[in-house]
């Protein structure tokens, strides 16, 4: 159960956009609608930011939208803010053990 | 208010037991799978376990398997997670957290700290 494989950093300029890729297999990512993103500020819980590939929570600003293309899934923050800044994780369902994968991770650093 | 509370966690020995327990509240505990994810210091989150809402069909992470035990008390609202033959690697800030839609973990609780050391 390998981890999924994500950039370690990201980075921009207030009102930027930045698109962090989360790679997998045809087992987990490419396999089912269930991949979802967190966002983890430090001693923080992860907080869910997007389901179901590309679809966002109630509260979650629409700046957050997520993707997939074959096995690799995306999420973009468009316009960013200072607050978002934070580490950020993919997690895909993997039909091999009916487990669940999590993302490397990405610190996505608002310069 | 929907909320997830854990406690149990400690210092244990490697080879030693501990369970960590996981209250629900605000939410219909019955009808939601339940996932235990766990937390390194300054590593990413690694999923452990899962089980559905009936308490049917628990699932773990093949480093988990064999000694650690999910199970839950849909009267009491509380998941529990049992962690037998501790190991160093085990030490991490574990997570109970709510399967919604499209599984996606959409209520988590605050964190219960495990540390195994001798």
């Known amino acids: 159960q390998s981890a999924l494989t994500q950039p370690p950093s990201a980075s921009g300029s207030p009102g930027q956009s930045v698109t962090i890729s989360c790679t997998g297999t045809?087992?987990?990512?490419?396999?089912?609608?269930?991949v979802s993103w967190y966002q983890q500020h430090p001693g923080k819980a992860p907080k869910l930011i997007i389901y179901?590939?590309?679809k966002r929570p109630s509260g979650v600003p629409d700046r957050f939208s997520g993707s997939r293309s074959g096995t690799t899934a995306s999420l973009t923050v468009s316009g960013l803010q200072t607050e978002d800044e934070a580490d950020y994780y993919c997690?895909?369902?993997?039909?091999?053990?009916?487990?669940?994968?999590f993302g490397t991770g990405t610190k996505v650093t608002v310069l | 208010e929907v909320q997830l509370e854990e406690s149990g966690g400690g210092l244990v020995q490697p080879g030693g037991s501990l369970t960590l327990s996981c209250a629900a509240s605000?939410?219909?505990?019955?009808?939601?799978?339940m996932h235990w994810v766990r937390q390194a210091p300054g590593k990413g989150p690694v999923w452990v376990s899962y089980?559905?809402?009936?308490?049917?069909?628990?699932v773990y992470a093949d480093s988990v398997t064999g000694r650690f035990t999910i199970s839950r008390d849909n009267a009491q609202n509380t998941l529990y997670l049992q962690m037998d033959s501790l190991r160093v690697e085990d030490t991490a800030l574990y997570y109970c957290?709510?399967?919604?839609?499209?599984?996606?973990?959409?209520?988590w609780g605050q964190g219960t700290t495990v540390t195994v050391s001798s």
């Open positions: 957290a709510r399967a919604g839609v499209k599984f996606g973990m959409d209520v």
């Open positions: 089980i559905k809402g009936d308490g049917t069909t628990p």
């Open positions: 997690c895909s369902y993997a039909d091999n053990n009916y487990s669940y994968l």
């Open positions: 179901g590939v590309t």
């Open positions: 045809s087992n987990d990512v490419g396999a089912y609608d269930y």
């Open positions: 605000g939410f219909s505990f019955s009808d939601y799978w």
